[in-house]
Nanobody
């Protein structure tokens, strides 16, 4: 069984920063799983924000609107993935989820038994 637990969300003013964490436990290793961050705003579909698709090479994907502002980092020793979010904007407001999948080829939100999801953490960007 794999468990993913997100933390680090909160309320921040526009232009501020947050660092989200996703800690994995169970029969899991970042050496074998693609992992990423997704978000869902009210009334919108869940979307991919940033992913590490290839655990061997560490190749990354970023949604266009977060490029240059967000950075995804993994710590394989801690089985934890971070999302550093800088220069936050009100449109970044959403519930942020992490998800992990073996052999992921895209950063798309997929609901399947072999894709593991965390419970989400709320990020609110507002003055």
């Amino acid at each position: 069984q794999v468990q993913l637990v997100e933390s680090g969300g909160g309320l921040v003013q526009p232009g501020g920063s947050l660092r989200l964490s996703c800690a994995a436990s169970g029969r899991f290793s970042l050496d074998y799983y693609g992992i990423g961050w997704f978000r869902q705003a009210p009334g919108k579909e869940r979307e991919g924000v940033s992913c590490i698709l290839n655990p061997s090479t560490g190749s990354t994907y970023y949604k266009d609107s977060v490029k240059g502002r967000f950075t995804i980092v993994r710590d394989t020793a801690k089985n934890t993935v971070y999302l550093q979010m800088n220069s936050l904007k009100p449109e970044d407001t959403a519930i942020y989820y992490c998800a992990a999948e073996v052999g992921a080829s895209t950063c798309r939100a997929v609901i399947r038994p072999d894709v593991y999801w965390g419970q989400g953490t709320q990020v609110t960007v507002s003055s």
